[in-house]
């Protein structure tokens, strides 16, 4: 574990997995005929080159930061949640009903009571999978994933059968009532006298970054926090230490849940402002990605998934912009997510071959790490 | 430094272009795909059209998911398209709430009302083309059984099934008409295998004639009916020639001439907003008659179709619309 550096480990090994995904989509790019650099310059430009960019990227990115940090969190107790996108389906559900049941008066009290509403719910979807996982052995990585699908078919479910707006053909509930709207970037940089583009950017990003800060300290300054990491290291160490695995795990999924489902927030109450039916639009799994690119620390996942936003936004705008056709995007995205995910260990032995022999030459005064 | 300024200069250039891009109309091809052969295509075709008749150009996007419709319709109206034309019923309420943001855009929507300032809305009299294929189908089918298969369930896809199974009855009273939905949520647009399937089981209820009303599903409707050999009826885009032999005809509905009449307005200035009903006296809807379904369509059909569609003109004749009350006096949904 020791074999680099930390600022290699968290900086320097994404950046070169980035580049090489950023050369190989060049190249698919040149194939197609069209100017990779132009592609490059327009995907950047479009995802940070204004307020506009900007507020679409930070908005992409806040949903990422709440899959990447619920997958992070399992990933310390060594469980694969790759149901993020369940849990955050699951999420979009409570933070609809909590959102259209009460007339609320304002946001900031329509906001706690959401994120309660997405938290509950997105934990709960990820409690039958670590249950099943805790006592009977079922695997989780099989069970959070057709847990996915049936989150999906009870959604669809209930709002062709009774979210939906009578009378209406589309499958959506009703707008959320004005009480239980977030303002957006725009409205609240609007105070300040700052000028922002209209953007689907809103306060739930405070409340991703907050999720940040308080993932950190929950791992790495509390006894609970110690507990799931040394559950993650080594199970039957933690049992020897008297780490219950039972709690451990249903406690770990059951936070992984409910940041999935917070994801809701953003996405339904912050944009969409209405329960409609792909609403998590794939960020349960690019969480996967992000958690990985992040090597599962808070602020490694922030940073992922800001750039995975930018990805996200860039590439809407690359469509935009240019003939590139709209399943190339996902092309370059899946290569990131190739390169940074499952390719990881070909620039991490090298590297890390490179640094030991770096290290090996002895230096007097330096301490071993 | 120098990458940054490369940036910049791209920044500028696209700034530049976007400029000059200033009042070309922008077409949103809404899900399942521009190449549906049927309602998207139709659109598309619209746009084509114009553009070989203009010379024009026009911006053109494709919906990626139901959660990005609200950024697309934004990006098209400031990226200066005027007007922005999206297609079907789903992006009304999204259209809701876009549209007042952007009071000098204008914006056409097919498919759905929506009541804004600066909105055009175009619908179709869908049941009297459907009662003249309906009517068709009675005619050309020798099992006294006639099927449906619709998209999504919804009272707009009910409204075609109810339109059908009037102008069957009209021909006899004992006919009797299956009817069929893919699903209930907007991958039933797109998904064929399941069309070919339902297809197969109205067949094996004795069903020779089958009117598909399902976007891109309906390409699998037509397909079975091919294979196993019975009559098949097109939507929206004329799909006769798909499978010459065993179309009978196609319910056009002239989604490219909605298109074409907005991006046309649009270029002379004078777009009128508000609600515009497209039936069988504009040729809003019509049957589709052509070399490829010549030999399968009678003189008395011809004749029969020719009489009912100047009876619902002069109203004479009416077809009862499901959506009016959400009922249908010849078909239980």
């Known amino acids: 574990m020791d074999k680099l550096p930390r600022w290699a480990d968290i900086a320097l090994i994404p950046a070169i997995n980035l580049a090489l995904a950023l050369i190989v989509s ?55 949640n790759i149901g993020g996108e369940g849990q955050a389906q699951l999420g979009s559900l409570g933070v609809a009903l909590v959102s259209l049941m009460i007339p609320w008066p304002h946001w900031t009290l ?69 009480g239980a709207r977030l303002p957006s970037a725009r409205d609240v940089l609007a105070v300040i006298g700052v000028p922002f583009s209209r953007t689907p950017l809103n306060v739930s990003f405070l409340v991703a970054l907050f999720a940040c800060w308080a993932l950190w300290l929950l791992l790495w300054r509390t006894r609970l926090g110690f507990e799931i990491r040394a559950f993650g290291r080594s199970e039957p160490a933690a049992r020897y230490a008297g780490i219950s695995p039972l709690r451990i795990t249903m406690i770990a999924m059951l936070i992984s849940g409910a940041l999935a489902g917070l994801m809701a927030i953003n996405a339904v109450m912050g944009e969409q402002e209405r329960l409609i039916q792909d609403n998590v639009l794939g960020a349960g799994f690019v969480g996967i990605a992000v958690a990985l690119m992040g090597r599962s620390h808070p602020v490694g996942v922030l940073i992922a998934a ?41 620039v991490r032995r090298p590297l890390e071959g490179m640094f030991l022999r770096f290290r090996r030459k002895p230096k007097p005064g330096v301490a071993a790490e | 430094m120098t990458l940054m300024h490369k940036f910049t200069t791209a920044a500028a250039v696209t700034a530049l272009s976007a400029g000059a891009a200033l009042a070309e109309p922008g077409l949103i091809i809404d899900l399942g795909g521009k190449f549906d052969k049927s309602f998207n295509e139709s659109a598309y075709t619209g746009a084509q059209r114009w553009v070989e008749e203009t010379g024009g150009s026009y911006m053109e996007t494709e919906l990626a998911s139901e959660a990005q419709r609200e950024q697309t319709m934004r990006r098209m109206a400031e990226r200066g398209a005027n007007p922005v034309v999206v297609l079907g019923f789903a992006n009304a309420s999204t259209l809701e709430t876009v549209a007042p943001d952007y ?86 647009w797109n998904d064929p295998v399941k069309g070919a399937e339902l297809t197969r089981s109205q067949i094996s209820q004795g069903s020779d004639v ?7 599903t309906g390409v699998g409707v ?24 065993t179309m009978l005809t196609s319910m056009v509905k002239r989604v490219d001439n909605a298109v074409y009449d907005a991006f046309q307005s649009a270029e002379a200035g004078d777009l009128e907003t508000g609600v515009q009903v497209k039936g069988l006296e504009d040729e809003g809807v019509a049957v589709a008659m052509d070399e490829y379904n010549a030999d399968l369509v009678t003189e008395e059909m011809q004749a029969a179709v020719d009489e009912a569609r100047a009876k619902i003109i002069s109203g004479e004749l009416e077809v009862h619309d499901y959506t009016s009350d959400d009922s249908c006096p010849a078909l239980t949904f």
């Not at chain 1, 999978?129 to 099989?142: D, E, F, K, N």
């Not at chain 1, 995975?308 to 290569?335: K, N, S």
């Not at chain 2, 089958?210 to 891109?216: H, I, L, S």
């Not at chain 2, 050999?229 to 006769?240: E, F, T």
């Open chain 2, 103 to 188: 009071p000098e855009t204008n914006f056409v929507i097919v498919d759905m009302v929506v009541d804004q300032p600066n909105v055009q809305s175009v619908v179709f009299s869908e049941h009297q083309g459907s009662y003249l294929v309906g009517l068709m189908a009675a005619m050309a089918s020798e099992t006294g059984t006639v099927s449906f298969v619709g998209g999504m369930d919804v009272p707009l896809i009910r409204k075609f099934a109810c339109g059908y199974a009037q102008g069957a009855k009209s021909v006899a009273d004992d006919i009797e008409v299956i009817s069929n939905m893919t699903g209930t949520t907007p991958a039933a």
């Open chain 1, 110 to 178: 329509a906001l706690p009571a959401a994120i309660v509403g997405g938290a509950v719910f997105g934990a709960a979807w990820a409690a039958i999978p670590a249950y099943l996982q805790a006592t009977r052995g079922s695997h989780i990585v099989i069970t959070t994933i057709m847990f996915n699908f049936i989150a999906s078919a009870l959604l669809v479910y209930l709002l062709v059968e009774t979210l939906k707006v009578p009378g209406s053909m589309a499958p959506e509930t009703a707008r959320f009532p004005e």
């Open chain 1, 26 to 80: 060049g190249i698919v790019v040149t194939f197609i005929g069209q100017d990779p650099f132009e592609a490059l310059a327009i995907m950047v430009n479009g995802a940070v080159g204004s307020t506009y960019g900007w507020g679409y990227t930070l908005y992409y990115a806040t949903n990422f930061v709440f899959t990447g940090l619920a997958v992070a969190i399992a990933f310390h107790a060594r469980l694969f």
């Open chain 2, 222 to 245: 037509l397909q079975a009916a091919a294979d196993e050999g019975i009559l098949a009826i097109g939507v929206d885009s004329n799909q006769n020639y798909l499978f010459p032999g």
């Open chain 2, 210 to 216: 089958v009117f598909a009303a399902a976007g891109g």
């Open chain 1, 306 to 346: 800001i750039l995975f936003g930018a990805l996200y936004q860039g590439g809407a705008e690359l469509e935009f912009e240019t003939a590139v056709p709209r399943e190339m995007v996902v092309v370059i995205q899946a290569l990131v997510i190739l390169f940074t995910g499952a390719l990881d260990g070909m």
